[in-house]
Structures are given as C-alpha cells and as structure tokens.
C-alpha cells in the first residue's frame, strides 16, 4: 500500500546550541535521527512492516524522542503547532533523553483511525484517571498525555499516543481490545500498520478522551512503591485504590 504522510522534520533539544558540551546535537543525531528517521519513512511513506525488533525500537524511540521535544516549552517549528500547553516535565527526563535514556514511567501506542472508512471504537466511553505520586526520595509527578495524528493516503491518520505516568500502572483498554499496538516500553518484535484496526471517529474521540487527571495524590513512603489503576466507564465514581 502507497502511503503519504506529512514531512517530520528533525527535532532537536532547544538547550542543543553551539555552546553545549559533548556535542549535543550530534549525540541526538546518532542517537535516534540516524537509526530511527529511516524507519519513519519506511512506514509512513510506504506502509513497509518490520519483522525484527530493532527496527521497531528505533520506531518507537525516534518518536519518543521527537514527541518530548515538541512539547518541549522551548520547541519552536512550523510543522506541528497548537498542539496542548507544552509539557511540565523534569528537565531530568530531557536530560536522561540525551544520554539515550527513556524514564520508565513513560509510555507510547500506535493507533490507526479513518473518519470516512474506519468501523471501530470502544463498545463504551472508558477512562483511566491518573493520580500525582511522589516517593519519598521526591520521584515522581503529575501525569501527562498527548494524542498527535499525522496524515497518509486519502483520510487515514496514524495516531501515537503518549502517556508520562509516575509511579503508576494500568491496561490500556485499546490495547488489551487490540485497537493499538504499545511501543515503548517493552515493543513488539513485529510492527505492520497496516494489520491494525481502523478507529472510527468516535474511536479516535475515545482514544484522546481516555486519560484523565485524577486530580488527587499519593505520597509513598518507600522507594519502590507504586499504584495500579483500573479503567472505569465514564460517569463512574472515582476510585481510590487500597
């Protein structure tokens, strides 16, 4: 299947100037751009299915990476712009992105959604509402989640969906229904875009209306400790777990 998406430019750390050490800008080159941009082409462009998990983990970072920094509050370009406020992130995230890192606590999922053709959505509006958690070394933060859509043939966007979560865990109702397929942590050892089920536009008004924030918070005493949320219908009440 031919495919045309809009051109993605390289995004690099604001903070990448001429006077940073270690050549910034060079290590995010090599990082992600260089094994990564081929791969975005290879799928968007082509519709092209990856077969070893190395091509799929370079997919998956190049956009872990150039989602983080367009949210970046100091990210300036003309391709993607009006988005959400810019991310309120820890500048130890952006830090640990130019060491090749990824925190832990961050997720991200492909979804396919066509507004004409596409058939399929949830059988019920669900939501995951996400708590602030701190430990007691200070760890943690408020939850925060983007949904961005880039075109390809006709009216068929391709969805990534990224989600920071401190110290929380969930199943994403999408995923465990197979409507999305998770790329970080832990990604598929395949990747075909073309064998994922097509979001309707309800689907896709579901798939951006899932997280919420909790609007509450836990403090854990001990390091290690996390909390696991559980999906609710929307309208249900809100459930503190134990």
């Not at 993605?8 to 995010?28: A, H, M, R, T």
């Not at 081929?38 to 997919?59: C, H, I, M, N, Y």
């Not at 500048?91 to 606590?105: A, E, F, N, S």
Request: with cysteine; aromatic share 8%.
């Amino acid at each position: 299947m031919a495919h045309k998406t809009d051109h993605i430019p390289p995004f690099l750390l604001p903070v990448c100037d001429q006077s940073s050490p270690n050549n910034c800008n060079g290590v995010l080159n090599e990082l992600y751009e260089n094994p990564g941009k081929p791969t975005v082409r290879a799928v968007l462009d082509r519709g092209e299915a990856f077969d070893d998990q190395k091509s799929v983990t370079d997919f998956a970072k190049w956009w872990v990476k150039t989602i983080l920094l367009l949210q970046h509050p100091k990210c300036r370009n003309d391709v993607v712009g009006g988005l959400q406020p810019a991310f309120d992130l820890p500048t130890q995230i952006y830090d640990d992105v130019r060491k090749g890192l990824v925190t832990p606590d961050l997720s991200l999922w492909l979804a396919i959604c066509d507004p004409v053709v596409g058939t399929i959505q949830l059988p019920e509006l669900m939501r995951i509402n996400l708590p602030t958690n701190y430990n007691s070394e200070g760890d943690g933060g408020r939850p925060t989640t983007l949904l961005i859509g880039f075109s390809q043939t006709g009216t068929r966007l391709v969805l990534l969906q990224m989600l920071i979560h401190p110290l929380s865990d969930f199943d994403h109702p999408f995923e465990q229904a197979g409507l999305c397929v998770r790329l970080w942590p832990q990604p598929p050892k395949r990747l075909d875009i073309d064998t994922i089920s097509m979001l309707n536009l309800e689907g896709l008004s579901q798939l951006g209306s899932l997280f919420v924030d909790g609007r509450w918070g836990n403090h854990f005493p001990q390091i290690g400790m996390r909390t696991h949320i559980t999906a609710v219908t929307d309208g249900s009440p809100l459930v503190f777990p134990p």
